[in-house]
């Protein structure tokens, strides 16, 4: 019988780039690479909003 583990959800308000699990949450959730979204952390702060934001300029 498998038993099935719930996983932490990362925090919904800030990115921790840190937490392996959280970047690629946040990857998968905006849809972006490891790369734009450690770019768009670095420019703008790790709020999700202002990364976000950031991420959807051309």
Known sequence: MEVKRK???PDT???DISDDY???Y???E????KVKLL???AEVGDSFE?????????
């Open 13 to 15: 308000r800030s990115i």
């Open 39 to 41: 770019a768009a952390v």
């Open 26 to 28: 946040w990857m998968q």
């Open 7 to 9: 996983v932490p959800m």
């Open 50 to 58: 202002a990364v976000k934001k950031q991420l959807k300029k051309p």
């Open 30 to 33: 905006l849809n972006t690479t």
């Open 22 to 24: 959280a970047v690629g």
